[in-house]
């Protein structure tokens, strides 16, 4: 069987990197998760992206960069989805 190329896969599911504060896990915002999904190359980026309203969020354009995403949110942009998964 060939190897695919991780663009070729339509939906990622993408584990958030663990943070090494104590207690329950930080959520992570919308422009934090596309620079983690390396779909922008920094925060800049990221925000506007989001600003420009490129980025749904469980199939609806939110165009609020700081927008908290909790586990089981389906994010897309340009084409590329991606599910969060802590």
Do not use: Y
């Not at 939906?11 to 958030?16: A, E, G, H, L, Q």
């Not at 943070?19 to 896990?25: E, Q, S």
């Not at 779909?39 to 600003?51: C, E, Q, S, Y």
């Not at 994010?75 to 998964?85: C, E, P």
């Amino acid at each position: 069987m060939p190897a695919q190329s991780p663009m070729a896969k339509a939906s990622v599911p993408v584990t958030v990197p663990e943070r090494k504060a104590k207690g329950p896990k930080e959520p992570i915002t919308l422009a934090q998760f596309l620079k983690v999904v390396q779909v922008a190359d920094t925060g800049g980026h990221a925000k506007a992206l989001v600003r420009e309203g490129r980025a749904t969020v469980n199939g609806e354009v939110d165009d609020r960069p700081g927008r908290k995403l909790a586990e089981g949110d389906i994010v897309a942009v340009d084409g590329k989805t991606f599910t969060v998964d802590r």
